[in-house]
Each structure stands twice: as structure tokens, then as C-alpha cells.
T-cell receptor, first 107, second 111 residues
Framework: RKEVEQDPGPFNVPEGATVAFNCTYSNSASQSFFWYRQDCRKEPKLLMSVYSSGNEDGRFTAQLNRASQYISLLIRDSKLSDSATYLCVVKVQNFVFGPGTRLSVLP | SQTIHQWPATLVQPVGSPLSLECTVEGTSNPNLYWYRQAAGRGLQLLFYSVGIGQISSEVPQNLSASRPQDRQFILSSKKLLLSDSGFYLC??????????FGEGSRLTVL
């Protein structure tokens, strides 16, 4: 089993749609959790950290379920500029990246 | 504020030639430093990480090496490149249990 698994994608959604990304991790000792976005041919950039109580940043909401070892990212009212690959990242000793889920927001 | 610089941005090298990619971090002390590689259409693979000067840990056996001659400098090298070394190389830093921040990457094509 891979350490971090994500929805295979790609997700193609119309502008204004709500889209949810799912991520599971295998190591119960994982300490920190993040979502990154990566635009084509660019470096990954931190989107948000994920806290046990859940956290929200504008249109983005992240949730963590430690018991189920599951992380989610919800994007509401999606914009064309949200098109990117979304990477789930889990930190144990080092940062472990999921394979990413590609999102295309269509006009 | 902290910044990370990585160069060169793009390079095309023949098989068997040497490689040197350099990365420097500004605005922080004693960062953890990382080299990742991303092959075309693939996920990020951790190559090396360093918690201090001269301290290098390798995650996978490979044709590459890393060095940290100064606190905020991290270098990725190869004596003889292979075709399979082509990819997008990313330097990154973190402090403590904080987030990971990436440089802009170096795109290597080995011909």
C-alpha cells in the first residue's frame, strides 16, 4: 500500500462547482498534514495546512480524520484559476507526497 | 522574509556529462534542506535531505549525490548523467515542524 493515496482524477468541473478531493495515509504516526497545489511545469506551493479541528481559508476547507487516516479538501465556487494538480502531503519524519489529483475548471 | 533560489532553471546535458544544481535559502538559519525529483507525469520523489552542514541522508540509491557546504546552501551533483536522470528537480526547505517551501525548480533533459 502506498503511503499517501489520492483520488486518481482528473476532475473536470464547470466554473462555480464544488469539488472535493480525498486522501488517505497509511502511517498512523503521521504528525502534520498539508495540501499543496502545483501548476503545470511549476513548483508545488502550499495551499493550506490541515488541522484536526478542520480549517477554512476562503473557498477552501480542509478536514482531517485521524481515526480513519483520511484528509479532504473542498473547493467551493471553483474558478478557472483553480485549475491545477492538488497534492496531499503527510509528514512523519519527512514529507511524503501523494501522486496528486488534477483539476480542470471549465468555462 | 525567507526566500529560496535555485539554478539553473533549465539545462540540456548529454549522457555521461556531469551535473551541478545549486540551491540557497535566505532569511532563515539552520533549515532542513531537501532535493526532490519529479519525472514527467509522476509524483515527487525525495532524493536527499539534510538537517545540518555536512549531514546528508539519501532516500534512494541513484546516480546522484548531494552536499551541504554551508548552512543555507545545498548542491545536487552527478559525475555522469544517465538518460533516466531527466526530470524536474526541486530544492525545498523547512524549519522545525513547519511547512515545506520549494524553489522554482530546475528542468533537466539528458540526451
Amino acid at each position: 500500500r502506498k503511503e499517501v493515496e489520492q483520488d486518481p482524477g482528473p476532475f473536470n468541473v464547470p466554473e462555480g462547482a464544488t469539488v472535493a478531493f480525498n486522501c488517505t495515509y497509511s502511517n498512523s504516526a503521521s504528525q502534520s498534514f498539508f495540501w499543496y497545489r502545483q501548476d503545470c511545469r511549476k513548483e508545488p506551493k502550499l495551499l493550506m495546512s490541515v488541522y484536526s479541528s478542520g480549517n477554512e481559508d476562503g473557498r477552501f476547507t480542509a478536514q482531517l480524520n485521524r481515526a480513519s487516516q483520511y484528509i479532504s479538501l473542498l473547493i467551493r465556487d471553483s474558478k478557472l484559476s483553480d485549475s491545477a494538480t492538488y497534492l496531499c502531503v503527510v509528514k512523519v519524519q519527512n514529507f511524503v507526497f501523494g501522486p496528486g489529483t488534477r483539476l480542470s475548471v471549465l468555462p | 522574509s525567507q526566500t529560496i533560489h535555485q539554478w539553473p532553471a533549465t539545462l540540456v546535458q548529454p549522457v555521461g556529462s556531469p551535473l551541478s544544481l545549486e540551491c540557497t535559502v535566505e532569511g532563515t538559519s539552520n533549515p532542513n534542506l531537501y532535493w526532490y525529483r519529479q519525472a514527467a507525469g509522476r509524483g515527487l520523489q525525495l532524493l536527499f535531505y539534510s538537517v545540518g552542514i555536512g549531514q546528508i541522508s539519501s532516500e534512494v540509491p541513484q546516480n546522484l549525490s548531494a552536499s551541504r557546504p554551508q548552512d543555507r546552501q545545498f548542491i545536487l551533483s552527478s559525475k555522469k548523467l544517465l538518460l533516466s536522470d531527466s526530470g524536474f528537480y526541486l530544492c525545498a526547505w523547512s524549519v522545525g515542524s513547519g511547512e515545506l517551501f520549494f524553489g522554482e525548480g530546475s528542468r533537466l533533459t539528458v540526451l
